[in-house]
C-alpha cells in the first residue's frame, strides 16, 4: 500500500468509531447514569422548553446541589448548539455551579423551519437572553453568570 494510502486508512480506522458514535447519537451509559443519580441525590437535571418573546426555546440546566451558583452557558448562535457536546467537558462544572446551556431562537431544539429570518437579529437575541436571565434568577433567587463562547 502507498504511503499516503497508509496514513488515510489508519486515521479513518482511528476515528470511524467515534464519527459513527457521534452520527448515531450515541450517548454513554455513564451520563445516563450521572443523570439518574443528579435526580436522586437532590441535584437537577432538566431540559424543557421556556416560551421567549413568542418562540419556544430549550434550556438543558443540570447541577449537583441547585443551591450552587448558576451558570448561563451561551455558545454559538443562529444554528449552532452547544448541547450535544457539554457532557464531554462540562461534568466536573456541575459539582459546584448548577450549568444551564440555552438553545437560542434558531440553534438546536430551538430551530423551526418557519422561523421568520426577519427575528434573527442580535438586537432580538439580546432581548431573548434578558428574559432568560429573568427566568432563572426567578427560578433560582440567586444573580446569574453569563458565560459566552465563540459568539
Not at 7 to 25: K, N, Q, Y
Amino acid at each position: 500500500m502507498p504511503p499516503i494510502l497508509a496514513r488515510w486508512w489508519g486515521w479513518t480506522r482511528a476515528l470511524a468509531p467515534f464519527v459513527a458514535a457521534t452520527a448515531c447519537g450515541y450517548r454513554p451509559i455513564a451520563n445516563k447514569l450521572r443523570r439518574r443519580a443528579l435526580a436522586i441525590k437532590g441535584g437537577l437535571y432538566s431540559y424543557a422548553p421556556l416560551d421567549v418573546n413568542g418562540a419556544k426555546q430549550w434550556l438543558l440546566i443540570r447541577a449537583r446541589d441547585i443551591a450552587n451558583p448558576v451558570v448561563l452557558y451561551l455558545h454559538g448562535g443562529p444554528g449552532a448548539s452547544h448541547v450535544p457536546q457539554y457532557r464531554h467537558y462540562q461534568l466536573p462544572w456541575e459539582d459546584h455551579f448548577t450549568v444551564v446551556h440555552w438553545e437560542q431562537r434558531g440553534a438546536g431544539k430551538s430551530y423551526t423551519s418557519n422561523l421568520p429570518l426577519r427575528t434573527l437579529t442580535v438586537e432580538q437575541l439580546i432581548d431573548d437572553a434578558l428574559i432568560v436571565i429573568a427566568h432563572l434568577r426567578e427560578r433560582f433567587g440567586q444573580p446569574i453568570v453569563v458565560l459566552g463562547h465563540s459568539w
